[in-house]
């Protein structure tokens, strides 16, 4: 199945012409998942190749304006373009009441179903394929880092030991590798006779607004990408621990320690028109540092 991130806003507290505020939508197959949705979101996903009619989950990271001010629209133009199947926003405690005042504004009322979930610290929610699990980070109001964890996969299928087996090429084959267990001249076979040890799925961690925060080596373990709040360079260092944020530096180190693949590096402040400083120091110490750009995408390939 194809996993593939698109920044839709890249850029820390206010819009500026490079770069929108934050929002990340992650496509899994046919599904679209939303983080943060920053004011003017619903525009930078239709510059884009995704389409918000397939939005189906909104996670939000905390509830400062640059991070759920766009809800509101996007809300609105949903309904605007007949939609029909319920949206589902899940966030902090406070997501009620946020909701219900946001449904209040102006003359406007739902027709479709918008369910509100609100999510306690280390939650762990179940949906087809994946989960999403919370950790609460490091800022100055309530804020959630967020994994996405994709399902264990079957482990790899050994043809030689299934043909050895006296299983013939073709359906069975299929069926084993499905994880189904099949009978052949009344002998029964079951899949781990042919399969390796399961494989990890693929693992994504979204850090929301944070300062260097231990727990998150831990809750980014190994992932395949970690989107970390790079707000300012290190000069910054005590303006980005005041504001409950972190350096590209600090980011590259959680990265380092976490031994993730990739590290892409958001919430870039407004007074950096050219991240290349920030990438530059991320790079020193975790090499596959990345400042994305609003609207670049990336696929996440399934490991062999
Ligand atoms: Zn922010
Ligand atoms: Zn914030």
């Keep these: 199945m194809q996993l593939e991130i698109?920044?839709?806003?890249?850029?820390g507290s206010w819009p500026t012409v490079k770069r929108n505020v934050s929002a990340i939508a992650i496509k899994r197959g046919g599904e679209i998942l939303l983080f943060d949705c920053g004011e003017g979101t619903q525009r930078q996903i239709q510059?884009?190749?995704l389409s918000y009619m397939?939005?189906?989950?909104?996670f939000i990271t905390h509830y400062h304006g640059d991070h759920f001010l766009g809800l509101p629209g996007l809300i609105q133009t949903m309904q605007l373009n007949d939609r029909e199947e319920p949206l589902y926003i899940y966030g902090p405690r406070g997501l009620r009441k946020l909701v219900s005042q946001i449904l209040s504004l102006g003359y406007f009322t739902?027709?479709?179903?918008?369910v509100v979930t609100e999510l306690d610290d280390n939650c762990s929610i179940k949906f087809e394929g994946y989960i999403i699990k919370t950790l609460k980070v490091y800022h100055n109001v309530p804020t959630f880092a967020y994994c996405l964890e994709e399902d264990e996969r079957p482990g790899?299928?050994?043809k030689e030991k299934a043909l050895e087996l006296g299983i013939p090429e073709g359906p069975l084959f299929s069926k084993l590798q499905r994880g189904e267990t099949i009978v052949i001249n009344g002998r029964k076979i079951t899949p781990n006779m042919v399969l390796g040890p399961k494989r990890p799925g693929r693992k994504i961690v979204i850090s929301g607004d944070t300062r260097p925060f231990e727990k998150m080596v831990d809750f980014a373990k190994n992932a395949d990408v970690l989107v970390h709040d790079a707000t300012f360079h290190s000069e910054l260092e005590e303006v980005a621990a005041e504001y409950g944020h972190s350096t590209a530096k600090q980011a590259a180190e959680i990265a380092k320690k976490a031994e993730v693949d990739k590290l892409f590096l958001v919430h870039i402040s407004p007074r950096y028109l050219d991240p290349k400083p920030l990438e530059e120091e991320a790079k020193e110490i975790f090499k596959d540092s990345i400042v994305p750009k609003d609207f670049q995408s990336f696929e996440i390939r399934l490991k062999k």
């Design 6 to 11: 698109t920044f839709l806003g890249t850029g």
């Design 47 to 49: 510059k884009s190749k």
């Design 54 to 58: 397939q939005i189906s989950k909104i």
């Design 110 to 114: 739902p027709t479709y179903e918008i």
């Design 156 to 158: 790899k299928f050994n």
